[in-house]
């Protein structure tokens, strides 16, 4: 992936929103893997007409697991960051995604509300108790999806005889792996989640994690008007 190939939806002088693609880490450690902040630091660097000055100004405002899809906020000042950092710590975004899952839920519709616990170790989560060491509330609601209004194609998993019930999920806490794990926990675990639906790596085609962060939701940290993008 290089600058020239990135979907950015809107830039202005504060902030950028673009759709980060599955497979590429937000951000990363290693200098030899591409990610979405070295990336759009190169185009802010071509875009700026001054290839030579110091190394553009680029914050992450919340972050999507590396094979999740989907729309991305970074703020371009430190001021945009602080403001859109607030805003989030507080519960004003709006966050939504689409996740394709191998069984559909009981309900339905429904809100999923556990506690969750990182293992840094493993970097997996699971569901745990509230007094549980490390333990942190995680909330989101969820209803299906019909056949007309699906986001993902059934063509790869639909040769095998399934069909796979798409879900709109509002996440309302940012916890580590949180939709992957609340959902597998109720038995609907999400088609291509290697780490969560083991029974992905059994079935040809359904490697590519089905989760994508569709529409997001944000007050504009300077002008305070409402800032609304999706994918659907």
């Not at 609340?182 to 994690?209: F, M």
Request: net charge positive; proline share 6%.
């Amino acid at each position: 992936m290089s600058p020239q190939s990135l979907d950015i939806l809107y830039e202005d002088t504060h902030l950028l929103v673009c759709v980060k693609p599955s497979g590429i880490a937000a951000q990363s450690r290693n200098i030899r893997t591409p990610d979405m902040v070295s990336l759009l630091k190169n185009h802010l660097a071509q875009t700026s007409g001054n290839r030579r000055c110091k190394e553009p100004y680029l914050a992450v405002i919340h972050r999507l697991d590396q094979p999740v899809q989907g729309i991305m906020v970074f703020a371009k000042t430190s001021f945009a960051a602080g403001e859109l950092s607030k805003e989030l710590r507080f519960g004003g975004f709006g966050k939504h995604y689409r996740a394709l899952v191998e069984h559909p839920p009981t309900a339905p519709s429904g809100t999923l509300e556990d506690y969750i616990q990182k293992d840094t170790k493993t970097n997996l989560s699971r569901i745990c108790q509230k007094d549980a060491p490390g333990a942190k509330d995680a909330r989101l609601s969820y209803c299906t999806v019909s056949d007309s209004q699906r986001y993902f194609s059934l063509s790869s998993i639909s040769q095998q005889g399934h069909t796979g019930t798409e879900l709109d999920i509002r996440l309302y806490t940012g916890r580590h792996h949180q939709i992957r794990v609340q959902l597998a926990h109720i038995g609907c675990p999400i088609v291509g989640d290697t780490k969560y639906n083991p029974r992905s790596l059994e079935k040809p085609g359904w490697q590519e994690l089905k989760l994508c962060s569709y529409c997001l939701e944000f007050t504009h940290p300077k002008s305070k008007k409402p800032m609304r993008f999706s994918l659907l």
